[in-house]
């Protein structure tokens, strides 16, 4: 049974918090949305890690959690090599043990010695019991939102592999935008499949274009070579959008004779990697391609959070803090600060969380409005009567309902979004002259700078990971699968379960309500 589409019973509203602007709009009513569509007007509830079509389950069948779980497992099954062609295993290269041989050791003490990861092992994708759709953040399948066991494979070593490693030939692409942490997952990378025995590794440059624009000529890597890369920010290999032209790539995989891919990339990236791997798959082909999660939006399905994100965060706190000590100097100052995100808030809700200083924080999933006694312009009138300062914090993908929309995309056909930091800037600007109350406007937009830090101790951690098992799942066979943390555990997902959407803030979830608990502010609509 395939089961499609967002389950309807998740992202009740808590009472007395006002509708993110879609009273009225057909379906969605106080008590069972949380988002409105901005283009369409139509209520639409974010989409959850877990997506059923609920008419074909039905409830009053005793059997619809199991038939609910073969489903998930049927889903979450990772692709192998030995689905499409005749591959057999051998033991494992890996070992922490240096000092004595493997055949020297005692099976099963090797085993726990060396800590491999049995392919039955799995982690629990959820792990709250929420008693009602109204508790906050709740995600439900059935009305009564049941408990229902959702596993995922767990990631690490495995004690059988699929590949020899004197012969494999491993390369690693870096794709999409820059995103703290790139080069710590590459050195990883290399350094882990050094420890496997691999002695052919080469670094694609700047993205999927390396693969068929004749410059862009293979890095060798080694040890040697990737030891201090992750002391920059950046991509040792360089990073490009666009360019995903999958009938070539793979021709170029057969042709470099690649047997593993690593792909470090977002959304974009990874749709990308997912269409390679099919490709390599109908062409039976024994390569495994291995994606590494890259976002520094933190917009990816089912994790709990991204490389790079934590850096962005840390680093978008000089830039928010230099706007309080602007506003908070000046004579009725407002610092006004954009973050990125497209789609998602994550960034901006964080930053300004971790600051404690921003009183407005303006994310893509809450729309609001500027104008009216409900507006942003009437709360940061009250806050300059008030405090005699103010501090906007705006993601980049906020508030665009209030723009000119260009209908320009880049490269990778992403939607160029029109500037709400500038837009915002001059909307206050001419407000207050409006008005006759003067205001002092100092607008920071510091983008590239968080962008383009090196990772910070907790992300150089979660790269190490993460560039660790991405190598040990393609030893082990997988290919089409990612991997990342689900409620602390480190996971093997397949791609199209992450892409099935992108990650966004959920307006009714606990994060979001202790941001306006600590902005203070109030619904702006
Ligand atoms: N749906 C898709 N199918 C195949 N390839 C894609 C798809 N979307 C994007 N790509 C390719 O993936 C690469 C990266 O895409 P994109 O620029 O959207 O970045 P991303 O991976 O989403 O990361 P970021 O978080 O920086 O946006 C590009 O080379 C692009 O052409
Ligand atoms: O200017 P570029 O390189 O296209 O990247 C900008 C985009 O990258 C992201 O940081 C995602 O990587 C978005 O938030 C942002 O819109
Ligand atoms: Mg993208």
Redesign the pocket.
């Given at each position: 049974m395939a089961l499609k589409s967002p389950v309807h019973y998740a992202g009740s509203i808590t009472s007395g918090q006002k509708h993110l602007g879609c009273f009225g709009v057909p379906g969605c009513d106080r008590s069972r949305c949380v988002r409105c569509d901005k283009k369409s007007r139509t209520c639409q509830l974010v989409t959850r890690a877990i997506s059923v079509d609920r008419s074909q389950l039905d409830f009053s069948n005793p059997d619809w959690k199991k038939q609910f779980q073969e489903d998930f497992n049927r889903r979450f099954s990772l692709p192998h090599l030995k689905d499409v062609i005749d591959v057999e295993p051998r033991p494992t290269t890996f070992s922490l043990k240096s000092r004595a041989p493997l055949e020297n050791v005692n099976g099963s003490i090797q085993e726990s010695w060396n800590g491999y990861v049995n392919d039955d092992d799995r982690a629990l994708l959820k792990v709250i019991k929420f008693a009602s759709p109204t508790s906050a953040g709740a995600y439900c399948i059935d009305p009564d939102c049941s408990w229902v066991e959702q596993w995922v494979h767990r990631a690490g070593p495995r004690k059988q592999i699929y590949f020899e490693p004197p012969y494999v030939k491993a390369g690693i692409v870096t794709c999409?935008?820059?995103?703290p942490g790139l080069n710590d997952v590459i050195r990883q990378i290399v350094l882990t499949l050094e420890k496997y025995g691999v002695k052919n590794i080469v670094g694609i440059q700047h993205g999927f274009r390396g693969f068929f624009e004749d410059h862009l000529a293979e890095v060798p890597l080694n040890r040697h070579v990737v030891q201090n890369i992750n002391l920059a920010g950046g991509s040792f290999l360089g990073?490009s959008?666009g360019g995903a032209n999958i009938s070539d790539i793979v021709d170029s995989i057969q042709a470099r004779r690649l047997d593993m891919l690593f792909v470090l990339g977002?959304n974009g990236t990874h749709a990308g990697a997912n269409l390679i791997h099919e490709e390599c798959r109908k062409r039976k082909l024994k390569v495994s391609i291995v994606g590494v999660p890259?976002?520094?939006?933190n917009?990816i399905l089912l994790m709990d959070k991204t490389f790079g994100f934590d850096t962005a965060v840390e680093a978008a706190q000089r830039a928010i803090n230099s706007a309080y000590i602007e506003a908070h100097s000046a004579f009725h100052g407002i610092g006004l600060v954009k973050l990125?995100?497209?789609s998602?808030g994550f960034?901006t809700m964080h930053a300004s969380l971790s600051s404690g200083q921003v009183d407005i924080c303006l994310i893509p999933e809450v729309p609001f409005t500027l104008d009216g006694p409900h507006g942003v312009l009437q709360h940061l009138e009250h806050l300059i009567e008030t405090q005699g300062f103010a501090l906007i914090c705006v993601a980049?993908?906020a508030g665009q309902e209030h723009l000119q929309q260009s209908n320009a995309t880049?490269a990778?056909g992403?939607m160029i979004?029109s500037d709400i930091g500038v837009h915002l800037q001059q909307k206050i600007k001419s407000h207050f002259k409006e008005i006759g109350v003067h205001s002092d406007v100092k607008y920071i937009d510091p983008?590239?700078m968080v962008?383009a830090v090196r990772a910070n101790a907790s992300d150089a951690i979660l790269c190490t990971v993460l560039g660790q098992n991405a190598v040990h799942g393609a030893f082990a066979g997988f290919s089409g699968i990612t991997t990342g943390v689900c409620n602390t555990h480190n996971v093997y997902l397949p791609i199209p379960e992450v892409i099935k959407s992108t990650r966004v803030v959920d307006p009714n979830s606990r994060m979001w309500h202790r941001c306006l608990t600590s902005t203070g502010q109030p619904d702006f609509h």
């Open positions: 999409g935008g820059l995103c990073v959008r977002g890259k976002t520094i939006d917009d990125m995100g497209r998602s960034i980049e993908g880049d990778s992403n979004l983008t590239y962008r």
